[in-house]
């Protein structure tokens, strides 16, 4: 089924509790589930080698950024923390006298 599990009970008639029990309770019926969503995947990762060979640069891009982290393609974000920003609030409030 190449849609999302709402819409797969929907189609059948059934709540997606049952749904979750019959994957649960039913290996078969959990096995064929997984071949479906498999063969989702298989198909998105054809569509991508297909953008790729069209040049698509977005696909170009995903594709680095995802396989190609060996070779440097690779974005990282720099968290830098210089200063606990509520201690500084604390030390701009006046002194409170004590009881």
Known sequence: CACNISAACKKVD?????YYKWC?????FKDAVTD?????????????????????????????????????????????IQFNQFEEAMKSLPDRPRK
Do not use: C, H
């Not at 649960?24 to 078969?28: F, I, Q, R, T, V």
């Not at 298989?42 to 696909?59: C, F, P, R, V, Y």
């Not at 170009?60 to 995802?66: E, M, Q, R, S």
């Open 14 to 18: 059934i709540s997606r509790r049952t």
């Open 24 to 28: 649960e309770k039913n290996p078969e």
């Open 36 to 80: 479906s969503q498999d063969a989702l995947i298989d198909l998105a990762e054809t569509k991508l080698q297909q953008n790729i060979m069209e040049g698509k640069e977005q696909s170009i891009f995903f594709f680095l950024k995802t396989k190609g982290k060996s070779r440097g393609y690779v974005e990282t974000v720099e968290n830098n």
